[in-house]
């Protein structure tokens, strides 16, 4: 009855149990997966074009993958990180072969590794003899994490209210506005920082224009660059990271999600410069860059690096986007825009309809997307699908936007 009292969040009331209900969890559990597909208990398959937010890189039970977890599962877990851990070394010295950086920091979650890129802007300026930087500019409709400082650095008022006095030192700006960005530099600014492509936001494309702009203005004020690509890194965008696309690099990045292929992995890299500050005794943590993460983030590493492999994901990316734009035009009543680079594509749906709403009439029709904000369903596959993989989502993408046209047309229901 406690629960009925709290009006809080719109859990769906046949799915109670002992979690902490922060989530409206959708009463579906999966027991196994291949590839893009999983299968509920009951024996229902979905082609799951969600990826379970971006994690599950190369798809479900990807052998390479498994044979990386369970042969170092066999071997040896975990050692802290009081020990070296020669996995570990080897991930980063490939991050950092393949990245503007000179340093990676381990992580267990996207969160914590944005938390290990604030502290680091902040102790840079400090160790320049400038403490009083601390700010950092940040952007409406930013997503950063969950913990006290990253839901302050998103902006996001329902993610904070409630919370006690917002961490200091987030200053946000609207985006694609310049001269806010200006306005908002002071002598207190230590970093700007922002997801080359806003993933909870929408699907926002940042253009390489506005990026360079943003490298421009940090190198004039001596400020630091941060990009957040816990979402859109990793071969998520046709390229190893997204920064690649505007050919701005950052001097400080975030990774998580897709580096670990489904096992909790993330990494703060930096420039030798950005990490100035980072010496001996100044961050630490128990369980990131563990043996098992490090072999897994080694054996995603393999395949997303292999020849052709991140070729093979632009080339899906762009079928898949030209293949929506069709839908966009054949039914402009449900689909307004479709918007994303490589396997990040969103569809803004029209303002009749809710994106949760579409989102559950494609779960009807046996295929998962995710909604975002901006009223958007995004696709975040598994970066190993095809064009048969492709034709099937379209298929049945096409099937909800059928279905929900004649729900739109069905004369209003009487209460
Ligand atoms: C998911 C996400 C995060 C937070 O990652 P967690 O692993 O949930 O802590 C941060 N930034 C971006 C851009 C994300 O998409």
Request: glycine content about 12%.
């Amino acid at each position: 009855m406690i629960l009925k009292a709290i009006p809080a969040l719109p859990m769906e009331p046949n799915v109670t149990s002992a979690l902490l209900p922060t989530y409206a969890r959708i009463d579906l559990a999966f027991e196994k997966g291949e590839g893009a597909w999983l299968e509920a208990s009951g024996g229902k398959r979905f082609l799951d074009f969600g990826g379970g937010i971006a994690v599950a890189s190369l798809g479900y039970n990807h052998p390479a993958l498994v044979k990386a977890l369970v042969e170092q599962g066999q071997k040896i877990w975990h050692t802290s990180n009081l020990f070296r851990i020669p996995e570990g070394e080897k991930l980063a010295q490939r991050l950092v072969d393949n990245s503007f950086a000179d340093f990676v920091f381990f992580t267990n979650s996207g969160a914590e590794a944005m938390e290990c890129a604030i502290k680091m802007a902040r102790k840079y300026q400090y160790a320049c003899g400038k403490p009083e930087r601390f700010h950092i500019i940040t952007f409406e409709g930013a997503f950063h994490g969950r913990t006290l400082s990253t839901i302050a650095a998103g902006g996001n008022k329902k993610y904070l209210e409630g919370f006690g006095p917002a961490v200091q030192g987030f200053d946000q700006v609207p985006i694609n506005d310049l001269d806010a960005v200006k306005a908002a530099i002071g002598p207190q600014t230590a970093a700007i920082l922002i997801e080359p492509i806003q993933g909870e936001g929408g699907i926002r494309v940042f253009e390489p224009a506005f990026l360079r702009a943003l490298r421009e203005l940090c190198d004039e004020h001596g400020l630091l660059l941060m990009f957040d690509e816990v979402q859109t890194g990793v071969g998520r965008t046709g390229r190893l990271f997204a920064y690649e696309l505007s050919g701005v690099a950052p001097d400080i990045m975030s990774i998580a999600k897709g580096i670990g292929g489904g096992f909790p992995l993330g990494a703060c890299l930096a420039t030798a410069e950005a990490a100035k500050g980072m010496v001996y005794g100044t961050h630490g943590t128990t369980f990131g860059g563990n043996p098992l993460a490090m072999a897994v983030g080694n054996a995603v590493l393999d395949v997303v690096l292999s020849d052709g492999f991140l070729d093979h994901v632009a080339r899906t990316g762009l079928l898949l986007k030209q293949r929506l734009a069709e839908l966009r035009d054949r039914h402009p009543r449900v689909i307004a825009e479709v918007r994303g680079e490589g396997l990040m594509q969103g569809l803004r749906i029209s303002e009749k309809v809710l994106n949760t709403d579409f989102a559950a009439a494609l779960r009807d029709q046996g295929v998962l997307l995710i909604p975002a904000g901006d009223n958007v369903v995004r696709m975040l596959p598994p970066l190993i699908i095809g064009e048969a993989e492709v034709a099937e989502a379209v298929k049945r993408i096409e099937a909800a936007c059928v279905a929900t046209e004649k729900a739109l047309d069905a004369p209003a229901k009487v209460q």
